[in-house]
């Protein structure tokens, strides 16, 4: 497990099942918006990478998108949202049509 974490420990993180994540690690789900932001966050790893590695995004995206990925992990970050209300939030961000930022 990448940053040093066990898997029991990524599921503590991330109040994410152990049995979840070990099917995610060995390919066998894709993982929804919500688990991806959750992993994001525990591992203080970059969204775009998270998405990136689901097979969301690919590496020419990921800089397009940076700017939108950082809004996306402030949101995910932030203390005072709970899982519903990130959700939420970035369903409505998304829903402005930001990934196609100029630049």
Known sequence: MAKGLSLRELSTRTSVSNAYLSEL???????????L????????????EMLV????????????????????????RDPALSEPQ?????????SFGLGTLPG
């Open 86 to 94: 990130r959700f939420a939030l970035l369903s409505v961000y998304r």
């Open 25 to 35: 690690e060995r390919g066998l789900h894709e993982p929804s918006l919500s688990v």
């Open 53 to 76: 590695q689901a097979g969301v995004l690919d590496d020419g995206e990921r800089a397009r998108d940076s700017r939108r990925c950082d809004t996306e992990a402030a949101i995910a």
């Open 37 to 48: 932001l959750a992993i994001a966050s525990a591992l203080d790893a970059p969204l775009a």
